[in-house]
Structure formats: C-alpha cells, structure tokens
C-alpha cells in the first residue's frame, strides 16, 4: 500500500501537528504523491528566540531538494507554552539553500542534523523585517501582543512575503491563527510598518504599468474605499475590494499609478 510521505510526517512523526495552520485531509484511494526514501533532516537553533527553543523538522522531496514538507516546532521551556507551524507544500529558507548549494553537498541522508545560529539583525525604522529570517516575533497589529511571521522565501520583486499567525490559546495549549485580512495577507519585506502612527503601507504590482501603494491604519475606525469601476481589475482595485471593512485596520489612502497616470484616493 502506497501512503503519502507528507501524510506519515504529519501524522506519524509530528502527531500535534493537528495545533498547527494547515491540516492534512486524504480522500479514500486518492494518491497524491508517492513515498519514495523517507528523508527526515533536522535544523536546530541554538538561541532561543523569544523565549522559544525552535527545532525545524523537514522532508525534503528529494536528496538534493531544496524543498520540501515541514513542522516549525516553538517551545519555551520555562512556561511551557509549546506551539507549531506547519506547512504540507513545499517550505525552504535561506539557511536550506546555503547548505544544498554548497560545494560540498552531497545530498540529504536520513537523520541530518544542522544546527544554525539565530542571529539576524533587524531594522529598527520602517521596514523591520528581515530578508533571510527565517522567522520572526513581531507586534504588527499594534496590540501588545507579539505575532508570529513565517518568511515565505519566494524572492519576489518586492522582497520574500510573510504569514502572520496570532499565537493563542487552545483547548491543549498553544495554535496558531491566521491573520487572513488586509494588510496582514500583503505583508512583503518591502512593507512600512510604523509602529509610532499605528500604519502599515503595502506595495505591489502587476507589471510595470500597474502599481499600488496602499496605507492602513489601527487608529481610523474606517470602513470601505471605493474606487471607480473603471479601476476594479487593477492590483489596487482588487486589494480594496478584499479589504470590505477590516475590523482592526481601516484603508487611509491608496495610490495608484496605472500606465504612468498617478491616482490618489482618499477616504
């Protein structure tokens, strides 16, 4: 019998993988991808962060790939909080990329342990975030409250994107939530987080000749933005109609420059 190698990680060797943000569902008969050489290769940081010792537990889908299924295990040892991020599809990072292209690589083999170092310097001005973290606890809703960001490592134009995931409280102890609103589903490395005015302006584009720059806030208590239907397609368009009142965050103003004609839409 066949079984799927990210369904024996999930279920076998992670069982809580159940408290993480994606869970793994199989219909009767229905093979998706084939088991072949059971890879499981460990990478462990030394500093805590955060309080939390982090251990990443990965499948690659092959002995030279670069990606592959993964559990982020979080623990913190002195209050016992203990939570995980999964994800199924296909996770890297930069520390991944390093070791498999590295000159003397020679595949992944079963039971690879790497420990890493944890000492990313992050920006203390507008753009905190770190291109090559892999991770990172920050307060981007400007509650009190750290989050969770998860580097996306997909080396866009405007940098790596990020998940957002509050930390809270289980039946068992500890998941993770999505913070699946505007601004939090458009956070990239390019994006300003103000922490001082409670903002958050998102950039991005579709081509060169449709740009968009999007500013939110905590503190405006601000409903819907609309935008003529003319501009409905465009990348703007499309981000204020999935906006639709974001209980935290209100849309300030959006910019758009639509072949060279610049548009500013105030509330």
Not at 24 to 37: A, C, G, I, Q
Not at 81 to 106: L, M, P, Q, T
Not at 182 to 193: M, V
Request: net charge negative.
């Amino acid at each position: 019998m066949r079984l799927y190698s990210y369904l024996v990680l999930c279920l076998l060797s992670f069982v809580s993988c159940r408290n993480g943000v994606r869970f793994v569902t199989v219909d009767d008969n229905e093979l998706v991808r084939e088991e072949k050489e059971d890879l499981r290769v460990q990478f462990i940081y030394r500093q805590p962060v955060e309080g939390y010792n982090v251990t990443i537990n990965w499948q690659p889908y092959g002995e030279d790939a670069e990606t592959g299924v993964a559990v982020m295990e979080f623990l913190n040892k002195e209050t016992g909080a203990r939570f995980e991020y999964c994800n199924d599809d296909k996770y890297s990072n930069a520390a991944i990329g390093d070791i498999v292209f590295s000159k003397d690589f020679k595949g992944h083999k079963n039971g690879d342990i790497y420990h890493l170092d944890y000492d990313y310097e992050f920006g203390d001005g507008l753009n905190p975030l770190h291109h090559e973290a892999p991770f990172l606890f920050l307060d981007i809703d400007f509650d009190g409250e750290k989050e969770l960001l998860i580097n996306n490592w997909d080396l866009l134009q405007g940098g790596n994107t990020y998940d957002v995931f509050d930390i809270v409280k289980a039946s068992n102890g500890y998941a993770l939530k999505s913070k699946d609103e505007l601004p939090f589903t458009a956070i990239q490395e390019s994006s300003e987080i103000d922490f001082k005015n409670k903002t958050i302006r998102i950039a991005t584009q579709d081509g060169y000749a449709d740009q968009c720059s999007m500013l939110f806030s905590k503190k405006k208590g601000v409903g819907e933005l609309h935008i003529p239907d003319s501009l409905q397609n465009t990348v703007g368009g499309r981000l204020v109609r999935s906006h639709n009142e974001t209980a935290e965050f209100g849309i300030d103003s959006v910019y758009l420059n639509i072949q060279d004609q610049e548009l500013v839409f105030p509330l």
